[in-house]
């Protein structure tokens, strides 16, 4: 369970410029909670995805402090990871998680974990680096773009399954890709953390903001340039709530946003 940010813009811009500083700030104090290690994606200039990842908390490393106050890119994301339960933190663990110029980066947990991997070919399987749901839901929507042979179609056949099989986790992600950013917003029926974040904090008031009753919240803003999401935990004007249970892209080159449809319906789950 994590915290994401993501951006498209025109030129390439800082996540410091993006958030301001307070906006930097306020991100970064959500390690109070997310401190199990974090993770960027960004484009460069000639078009290739990079990433980098740490298992250090984003307060205290310096790579991180630089990179967020870097222009590095049009487009990318940065994730916070606060480590479910069990899961190891360590730097297979960390996302976002890379292959072929696509990076992936996830808001949840979809458990039972062994249901998830059984979806997987044994390709998919072979790719595996680390024990997380989270790597195991990136191959699997690889595996289905490859299949479909192309990204939004792809994308949108294993969402469908995914709610299908797991209607209580959140899908929630950020996927980079070489010609779009998804934005994934889907748990109606996830509930958030409750007892593990009390367990942290010894005044519940200390919490962030919206993470005893939005944690898997996320919100969006578009300006003149840019385009960018965020999960809950800012907590500052100017920011829109991203519909329940919807999935987009967005077209790196024009910033224009496609719903994809059909994302299957709190309805359809139970039947």
Request: glycine share 6%; hydrophobic share 40%; aromatic share 8%.
């Amino acid at each position: 369970m994590c915290r994401l940010f993501g951006y498209v813009t025109e030129s390439e811009r800082s996540v410091a410029d993006l958030l301001g500083d307070e906006g930097l700030e306020a991100f970064t104090s959500l390690t109070a909670v997310h401190s199990d290690g974090w993770g960027m994606a960004w484009h460069t200039a000639d078009g290739a995805t990079r990433t980098t990842t740490s298992p250090r908390s984003a307060a205290v490393d310096k790579e991180y402090a630089d990179l967020v106050r870097e222009p590095l890119s049009c487009a990318g994301m940065v994730h916070l990871r606060w480590a479910t339960g069990g899961l190891d933190v360590r730097p297979e663990n960390t996302h976002p998680f890379f292959a072929d110029d696509f990076a992936f980066a996830h808001n949840g947990h979809v458990s039972p974990i062994g249901e998830l991997e059984e979806l997987l070919s044994p390709a998919s399987c072979a790719a595996l680096l680390g024990d997380t749901d989270s790597e195991r839901y990136f191959r699997f929507v690889r595996q289905s773009i490859e299949e479909h042979g192309e990204e939004a179609e792809g994308v949108t056949q294993a969402l469908a399954t995914l709610i299908k099989k797991f209607p209580e986790s959140s899908l929630n992600a950020l996927m980079l890709t070489p010609e779009r950013m998804f934005a994934i917003h889907i748990n109606a029926r996830a509930d958030s953390p409750l007892r593990a974040l009390r367990a942290m904090f010894d005044d519940e008031d200390e919490i962030p903001a919206r993470h005893t009753t939005e944690y898997f919240a996320m919100d969006y803003r578009v300006g003149p340039d840019s385009i960018e999401v965020v999960s809950s935990g800012l907590d500052q004007p100017g920011w829109t709530a991203v519909p329940a249970d919807t999935a987009v892209m967005v077209d790196l080159a024009t910033r224009e946003v496609t719903r994809l449809d059909p994302v299957i319906t709190l309805e359809q789950r139970s039947t």
